[in-house]
């Protein structure tokens, strides 16, 4: 895999003599997708009534072309998920598909909404809202963190669900602790009790293999804009056949009641080249090599996790069937656990050592969460323990 490293930063726009270890936050758009992206957004300038009223969507008037641009990019992104394209829409993020989703079904008064506690605060904080409009609950799913066997968190799954769990709201690839969850078998379990599944996927394509059909969700929210290359601002919504027909975009606009890809394909003016550029994603991982690079961030990550844990005394964090291209791994012992003392050190790190990486404080102790992409190789990870070194015998926290 010496095709990879540091060889291809120059095919990022990123800036010189950063070290940046953290492309799961909001991703890095490849030259090749921003030029794309570019050129169709001076496509839209020289005839903007003529694209987006004509020939966007399928609201769209009368227009020459085959299919609609929006589709036949959700096409192309369908068939990279193993999905169906009108099966599929595009949202800004996977936040805002969640609360499409959210803010389409209704609850009733005592039934409850579970979400495990590793969820993205985002939607945890859109589930609240939604819960507390409706009367109706949001309940924990404790699964704890660090785990040495994913079948811990079925047994904890199938111990919280209740005749009165509605909904499962369920991570595909946690934010903070960056886990793969099991969640076609998580999602087997609630159909066995009649829940409904959301599943967040925010982290999932690109970075992983989908295919949405068979993880047996409901509901799937994902971002492509993080580890499929795309322009930010970039996610999509997959929806089960049987329940498009309930489903609306959380801006209402021209395609009320017309469909599910109808509605949410219109939701007003806005910039679609972000969506359209979408498939100049794909289109570069392919050209690397999906299945390489997903192979070179995986062993990276994996080969990170047991060499800094062995080097800082300290036990590995989850098993490596949890792992993709992100890790997240406690730092060694150092005064200090609270959340602005991890924003310290995260500061620290960047603004003296260009070492761009999140900092988490989690129960009593310091994180890092670690996302490799290909562009990084093993000395990123050297500069990165070496710092946390420094930091620990020279910040003010460790004289205290």
Known sequence: MSQFGHRLLSLWPLEAGITYLNHGTVGVTPWQVLNAQQAIREEIERQPSRYLLRELSELSGSSRLAQPRLRVAAQKVAEFLGARGEDLAFVANATTGVNAVLRSLKFREGDEILIPNLAYGAVVNAATFVAREQGARVVRLELPFPVA?????????EKALTPRTRLAILDHITSETALILPLAEMAALCRAQGVRVLA???????????????????????????????????????????????????????????????????????????????????????????????????????????????????????????VG????????????????????LKDWLLFERALEVPILAIDGRLWA?????????????ERFAAAVETWRRSSPLAAS
């Open 200 to 322: 967040d996927g925010a982290h999932a394509p690109g970075q992983i293999p989908l295919d949405l059909p068979s993880l047996g969700v409901d509901w799937y929210a994902g971002n492509l804009h993080k580890w499929a290359m795309a322009p930010r601002g970039c996610g999509i919504l997959w929806a089960d056949p049987q329940h498009q027909a309930e489903l609306h975009p959380p801006v209402i606009s021209w395609g009320l009641d017309q469909g599910f890809t109808r509605e949410f394909d219109w939701v007003g003016t806005q910039d679609p080249s972000a969506y359209l550029a979408a498939p100049e994603g794909l289109r570069f991982m392919q050209e690397l090599g999906l299945q390489a690079m997903r192979g070179y961030n995986h062993t990276l990550a994996w080969r990170t996790a047991r060499e800094l844990t062995d080097r800082w005394g300290l036990p590995l964090p989850t098993p490596e069937s949890m």
């Open 149 to 157: 066997d994913p079948g811990v968190y079925l047994e904890l799954l």
């Open 369 to 381: 969460r670690i996302s490799i992409q290909v562009y990084n190789d093993p000395a990123d990870l």
């Open 325 to 344: 291209s992100m890790v997240t791994l406690p730092l060694p012992s150092q005064p200090g656990c609270r959340p602005e003392e991890a924003a310290q």
